[in-house]
């Protein structure tokens, strides 16, 4: 993706709970009654993947705070609405009804796609625009809301580029394919499975594992029986730094290969020195962009890196706003036709434009590398 330098100031004028209980709803920016517009973060704010909810939380405040700084949209201050879904389907679709009820006009979310899709549908009928940073199942935006939006990449466009790396790099190697039957895991396990056969290689082992456990000696025991060289995990950090962990525990040499999941610093404290030399799928590093530069210094003063996702939350919010203006209406209907029509919106990734699903129009996938307790792209 192309980047070019804009000041925060061109940029901006241009434009916790468990599965099982009630999401939480927290007012993290808030200003006078009149002249204000809501808008939300929905996320794990807690939960075994709260450390990706803390980096949407974290972009989500700092571009309100920016905003407001600047004068807010249309002349009304944003007040934003933090709430949790602890990446449970159930609980997600119970915290969309509450942001509706609370006359949430925007989300930044969800992080899971297995919340985003079922809340897409309350929030199209509750008229709320959903914008997420990291929801890359195909299914979000295939369905064809009118209120689907994402700042990331899709799953198929993901598995491309692992597929064939897969294919390229490690030829003659046993693969073994793995997912957690999630809506991320298994559409990114699939979508990488189905590049690596059409560039002529057949995986040597294709399972499901159980998330949320601790011992995965099963799955780890079968696939050294089968004498696996090669991990693909399609899921998330938490799972996949205990697989690694307890293969190499076993006495197994092994490359493990994941998605965006893995792009927390979470991964290498679950793995410790046996995460060294994993790679993975992400977008372009964000924080190195020149678009970026300011926001991440601000950050940074902060003691905050904002990895992750952190930026494409950041963006999420910005394009609401710059669409905002340029329709001259924070109605999320209104707006939601000004973002397809419009662009490319000038935000902390670079110029962003969408296609007519509302999936971004340039992805830019690329491999990354644990190196000695953190990530970065290969070159």
Same mark, same amino acid.
């Not at 807690?46 to 905003?67: H, P, R, S």
């Not at 009928?125 to 929801?135: D, K, N, R, V």
């Not at 952190?310 to 669409?323: D, F, P, R, S």
């Given at each position: 993706?192309?980047?070019?330098?804009?000041t925060?100031?061109?940029?901006l004028?241009?434009?916790?709970?468990?599965?099982?209980?009630a999401?939480?709803?927290?007012?993290?920016?808030?200003?006078p009654?009149?002249?204000?517009?809501?808008?939300a973060v929905?996320?794990?704010?807690? %939960?075994?993947?709260? +450390?990706f909810?803390?980096q949407?939380?974290?972009? =989500?405040?700092?571009?309100? *705070?920016? @905003?407001?700084? !600047?004068?807010?949209?249309?002349?009304?201050?944003?007040?934003?609405?933090?709430?949790?879904?602890?990446?449970?389907p159930?609980?997600?679709?119970?915290?969309?009804?509450?942001?509706?009820s609370?006359g949430?006009?925007?989300?930044?979310?969800h992080?899971?796609?297995?919340?985003?899709?079922?809340?897409?549908k309350?929030?199209?009928?509750?008229?709320?625009?959903?914008?997420?940073?990291?929801?890359?199942?195909?299914?979000?935006?295939?369905?064809?809301?009118?209120?689907?939006?994402?700042?990331?990449?899709?799953?198929?466009?993901?598995?491309?580029?692992?597929?064939?790396?897969i294919?390229?790099?490690?030829r003659?190697?046993?693969v073994?394919i793995?997912?957690?039957?999630?809506?991320? %895991?298994?559409?990114? +396990?699939?979508?990488?499975?189905?590049?690596?056969? =059409?560039?002529?290689?057949? *995986?040597? @082992?294709?399972a !499901?594992?159980?998330?949320?456990?601790?011992?995965?000696?099963?799955?780890?025991?079968?696939?050294k029986?089968?004498?696996i060289?090669?991990?693909?995990?399609?899921g998330?950090?938490?799972?996949?730094?205990?697989?690694?962990?307890?293969?190499?525990?076993q006495?197994m040499?092994?490359t493990?290969?994941?998605?965006d999941?893995l792009?927390t610093?979470?991964?290498w404290?679950?793995?410790?020195g046996?995460?060294e030399?994993?790679?993975?799928t992400?977008?372009?590093?964000?924080r190195?962009?020149?678009?970026?530069?300011?926001?991440v210094?601000?950050?940074?003063a902060?003691?905050?890196d904002?990895e992750?996702?952190?930026?494409?939350?950041?963006?999420?919010?910005?394009?609401?706003?710059?669409?905002?203006?340029? +329709?001259?209406?924070?109605q999320?209907?209104?707006?939601a036709?000004?973002?397809?029509?419009?662009?490319?919106?000038?935000?902390?990734?670079g110029?962003?434009s969408?296609?007519?699903?509302?999936?971004?129009?340039?992805?830019?996938?690329?491999?990354?590398?644990w190196?000695?307790?953190?990530?970065?792209?290969?070159?």
């Amino acid at each position: 993706m192309t980047t070019r330098r804009q000041t925060l100031g061109a940029m901006l004028a241009a434009g916790a709970g468990v599965a099982g209980l009630a999401p939480r709803i927290s007012l993290a920016q808030s200003g006078p009654s009149s002249g204000t517009v809501r808008i939300a973060v929905a996320g794990p704010m807690t %939960g075994q993947y709260a +450390a990706f909810g803390a980096q949407m939380k974290a972009g =989500a405040e700092q571009v309100v *705070e920016d @905003l407001n700084k !600047a004068g807010g949209v249309l002349g009304q201050r944003i007040a934003l609405e933090v709430g949790d879904d602890a990446c449970d389907p159930r609980q997600a679709v119970s915290l969309a009804n509450q942001l509706a009820s609370r006359g949430v006009r925007m989300v930044a979310g969800h992080f899971c796609s297995g919340s985003s899709i079922p809340a897409s549908k309350v929030y199209a009928e509750e008229g709320i625009l959903q914008i997420s940073p990291a929801s890359t199942n195909p299914v979000f935006t295939d369905q064809g809301g009118w209120n689907t939006f994402r700042t990331c990449g899709r799953d198929d466009q993901q598995g491309q580029v692992a597929g064939k790396y897969i294919a390229e790099h490690f030829r003659g190697k046993k693969v073994a394919i793995l997912h957690d039957n999630s809506a991320y %895991g298994k559409g990114l +396990a699939d979508e990488t499975r189905k590049a690596l056969n =059409a560039a002529g290689t057949t *995986e040597t @082992l294709y399972a !499901a594992y159980t998330p949320g456990e601790r011992d995965y000696s099963a799955i780890v025991s079968r696939m050294k029986a089968a004498g696996i060289e090669v991990i693909y995990i399609g899921g998330y950090h938490t799972e996949a730094g205990l697989i690694l962990r307890q293969a190499k525990e076993q006495g197994m040499n092994v490359t493990l290969i994941g998605g965006d999941a893995l792009v927390t610093n979470e991964f290498w404290q679950i793995t410790g020195g046996a995460g060294e030399g994993t790679l993975m799928t992400f977008s372009s590093d964000p924080r190195k962009r020149p678009s970026a530069a300011e926001v991440v210094a601000r950050f940074k003063a902060k003691g905050i890196d904002p990895e992750g996702y952190t930026l494409y939350t950041y963006a999420a919010v910005q394009i609401w706003a710059q669409a905002a203006t340029k +329709a001259n209406s924070t109605q999320p209907r209104q707006v939601a036709q000004a973002i397809k029509a419009g662009g490319p919106w000038n935000t902390v990734l670079g110029p962003v434009s969408f296609d007519a699903k509302g999936d971004v129009t340039v992805p830019d996938y690329v491999f990354y590398i644990w190196r000695n307790g953190s990530y970065a792209e290969m070159s």
